[in-house]
């Protein structure tokens, strides 16, 4: 079964720069919140590390009511190391490894806008603003 997909939504895990995690850590925090799972389809480590999560067949679990025609991307790290605060302190590797993935998914799936969490719901995720990054592409 193939969905549509019209948004492609960019998070952060809201980890300090140091904390090296993926989506095998990601899924066990996302079990204890009673979900069935890793509520991502793509995670992106510090390194630039792309892991995969949820099939693109597979409706995700990263913005309530938002799931439906959406795929959800991870990028680790997000948060101050001073201070409890959403900072845009992801590697140059990731940045890289994001666009490469947001080109490949705007080539499968045209018309798909990319936005953050953040244009969804009330909340600073993923730190940056993705709609205007996504007008770079």
């Known amino acids: 079964m193939t969905r549509e997909i019209n948004r492609i939504i960019l998070h952060m895990a809201y980890t300090p720069p140091s904390m090296d995690i993926g989506a095998k850590e990601i ?12 509520g991502y389809h793509y995670v992106i480590r510090r390194d630039g590390t792309l892991e995969i999560g949820r099939p693109h067949e597979e409706q995700g679990a990263h913005v309530k ?14 948060k101050h ?8 302190n992801f590697t140059s590797a990731q940045w890289r490894t994001l666009d490469r993935l947001c080109r490949d998914l705007l080539l499968a799936y045209p018309g798909a806008q990319i936005s953050g969490h953040r244009d969804w719901a009330a909340t600073k995720c993923p730190s940056f603003d993705a709609l205007e990054w996504g007008k770079t592409l």
């Open 81 to 88: 190391i001073a201070h409890e605060g959403a900072d845009c």
């Open 27 to 38: 899924d066990g925090w996302h079990k204890q919140r009673g979900w069935r799972g890793l």
């Open 65 to 78: 009511h938002e799931n439906l025609d959406s795929l959800g991307i991870c990028l680790v790290g997000g």
